[in-house]
DNA sequence: GTTAGCTTGTAAAGCGGTTTACTAAAGCGC
DNA sequence: GCGCTTTAGTAAACCGCTTTACAAGCTAAC
């Protein structure tokens, strides 16, 4: 119980060395005869020796230890993404830890000012907010040690990794326009977003592949579940003769799937629906939810294995990767009922706009 | 770029006085002058000094930090409970790391080691996997600095926040006979754990209250969506004629489901199934499922009140705290075919939606 | 006036490593 | 044997902060 913890100066006192060759032997700066070592390893192993983490990051001045900034633990989506990059971490010898900042600017300021101070070694930096100035700022003067994961930060030099977001949003596109679909609607995410200006564009262009197909309703808002529900009571509300929806996040499409469950608007009959980011278990909901999948852990993947390049010396390209996206054809969307008509509208009664006046106070 | 990053001796020449006072300052070990008080302030305020933790946690011994070991981060269950965990924490000036295990017990010796050597100040601990004499020993030492979260460690002492795994079985056995299920089967997380047990007695406590009712076959295996996969392809083969399931994960519940889906059994017309957790977005799958809801949250939150009060060398009594339950009633539970009262099912689709809105604020 | 007790501070010894500068001993060519 | 280079190893400074031990200056009590 009360048992001294090992240092290591009791190890090199048991192996009768100086402390400083202990510490060179155990960072390979040096090479010892056979004996010695056997002398030093054993003591080690005896003893139960495990170096100070603190006193060692003091000492070197760096801590072999990455950020790994994200607004929200709890959304699966980035939950997932953090458990690909602590797996991709591990071989590099880098230890990550946890920066969630809820999508706050001063948090992310405070872990940028963490590795500004060298108490953390690098970051993969993902935020989901309007631009900043000063964000950018921040992370071009310490571009060498952080990637920007999953969405963009505008003005920011470095290094990049994304999804295909225009990709993903013009296979979403397509796909609808190849069910039929004319006319459609976007629920994105905040407006000034990288991504959802990337999958709104995709989806235009796909679009403009067929002479009639027209966008017409757009919503925006978070990436939240709260924003699927708003928005897609606003579309219903709207009367658009809309025959197809993109929901542009798991967050969304389940909160304008549970509108539309609400108003009976039936799926995929009354209007078609496709999602992005693929996450949940779609494939179990009513009906099986057609989307556009991105390749979460890989994107995890990446990011550890540029910054870690990037943190031995090695040469981080500046710019985007993209990573391509998948369509995940499931059972969402269908042809139009009518070839145009929308039973969206039909059913919304006077009944539910009263409640629609009132919820969106 | 070249600035050097400010020292507590920077700021203590900047004030005018020793490191020692601007030190003992800081950690309210003493009461200076408010002109003194001021220049120091100052000073910190305007080279935006931050102490180093690295050097702050080796001088102290201790780095006002938790770890909370769980098995997984991208399990969404996990992912909720860390989110709770990281939020409860902050305001008692506690960092967490997460200690991803993996469910191997390796890890989870490695944490708690760290924390024996003073390199984390507690553990929230959280383990999947069976009985395991060593670790339950090696918590004991630590006894005063771990709280066991969510799954027992047998014979581990100590405080301890479960879930009421008995009355969520029970609660799910009694929904199943109320509905007028007499054949039913239960799918097990690890048979030899704590909750799969405690599940299994509360299911068999309700099933003992209607006569006729029997447990007509039982699977156990991991929390995972394969074990509901196999479980659930074991059931089918079986042929019994079970006409309810109680799948006591969401992991498990997913499996299970997707085997139904793909074998044209119709939840709930061919099979009535329950759910345990309630983390999935199950009320929009097809059908919703019905399930016990836990309290995630809340046990995350309950183990930092607790752990923290520790930490501050109170009194933490040991035992078992479990926190109530929730029946989630959806519509994969509705009388068995061949049955009575078959007139009963619920068709409260946009009802059911709303609740849902409203419950998830 | 001397002793005692605050108040406001200081100097310096850690915490547990890493790393630089240096030495003693051995190897080697001639 | 002599100078020169390796090899094997040491002592000590240092990383940035906390904390102990102590001192000077001032007030109050005896």
């Known amino acids: 119980m009360a048992q001294k913890i090992t240092r290591l100066i009791d190890v090199a006192q048991h192996a009768g060395v100086s402390v400083a060759t202990v510490s060179r032997h155990l960072n390979g700066h040096i090479q010892l005869p056979v004996d010695t070592v056997a002398r030093i390893e054993g003591a080690i192993h005896e003893l139960g020796y495990r170096p100070n983490p603190y006193a060692r990051s003091l000492s070197r001045g760096r801590s072999d230890t990455i950020g790994l900034v994200i607004p929200d633990i709890a959304n699966p989506y980035f939950a997932l993404l953090a458990s690909a990059v602590e797996r991709a971490a591990g071989p590099h010898g880098l230890a990550v830890v946890l920066c969630v900042t809820l999508n706050q600017s001063e948090r992310e300021h ?86 959802t200006q990337a999958r709104l564009a995709g989806f235009r262009r796909a679009l403009g592949e067929a002479p009639s197909a027209q966008l017409t309703a757009h919503y925006f808002g978070d990436y939240s579940v709260e924003n699927g529900r708003r928005s897609a009571g606003a579309l219903l509300r709207a009367g658009e003769e809309i025959t197809a929806v993109f929901a542009t996040s798991d967050e969304i499409a389940i909160g304008a799937l549970e509108v539309f469950a609400a108003r009976n608007v039936r799926i995929p009959d009354d209007l078609s629906v496709i999602g992005f980011d693929g996450i949940a278990p779609f494939h179990l909901f009513n009906p099986p939810l057609t989307c556009i999948r991105q390749p979460v852990e890989e994107l995890g993947r990446r990011a550890v294995e540029l910054l870690a390049s990037g943190l031995n010396g090695g040469r981080m390209r500046a710019g985007a990767q993209r990573l391509p996206v998948e369509l995940v054809v499931r059972e969402s969307v269908s042809a139009p009922r009518n070839g145009q008509g929308s039973g969206a509208k039909m059913i919304l009664n006077a009944e539910d706009a009263n409640r629609e006046r009132m919820e969106s106070k």
């Open 110 to 195: 405070e872990y940028l000012q963490r590795l500004g101070r060298n108490h953390l070694d690098g970051l993969i930096f993902l935020t989901n907010h309007a631009a900043d100035e000063a964000l950018a700022k921040a992370i071009n003067e310490a571009s060498r040690r952080v990637v920007i994961l999953d969405e963009d930060v505008k003005k920011a030099r470095g290094p990049k990794i994304f999804g295909d977001n225009e990709q993903g949003g013009y296979l979403a596109g397509r796909h609808l326009l190849e069910a039929g679909h004319r006319r459609l609607a976007f629920i994105g995410g905040p407006e000034h977003l990288m991504s």
